[in-house]
């Protein structure tokens, strides 16, 4: 195989030259469809370039309370759509939902916590039932 001649070389620089422009000009087009526009995205707001930097913002949720007086199911449900929400992990789901237990339950959690340590989160929900849930569910569990 021969070396390149200058001639060959100038024709390898003008075809370099031509697909970078070319490249270039894709790259611009590309810049532009990605731009801030007008049109909506799913949720209803403008698309912004920097929406793909930042995850979405989490709507601001109340922990539930509890207090022991009621039947815990509807407790034991806010919990978890508060958790599934807030992307909560297992391991601090019963710390934060002993935290949010009032009067009685509080009462009953620390007596639990002595007795038998911190239970995970599947125990502590048949727990809470067990005490605290109407007598048809206290005779099920």
Known sequence: M???TIADVMEMLKT??????TMKSD?????????PSTDSSIGGHPNRARDLDHPPKFQKLDFPRYDGKTDPLLFINKCKSYFRQQRTMA????WMASY????VAQLWYIQ???DEGTP????????LHLRFGPPSVRSVI
């Open 100 to 103: 949010n237990l009032e009067d």
């Open 16 to 21: 370099l030259t031509l697909e970078l422009t």
């Open 112 to 114: 639990l916590q002595e």
């Open 120 to 127: 995970p989160w599947g125990c502590f929900k048949d727990l």
């Open 27 to 35: 790259v611009a087009a590309m810049k532009a469809k990605a731009s």
């Open 2 to 4: 021969s070396e390149p």
């Open 91 to 94: 391991e601090e789901r019963v």
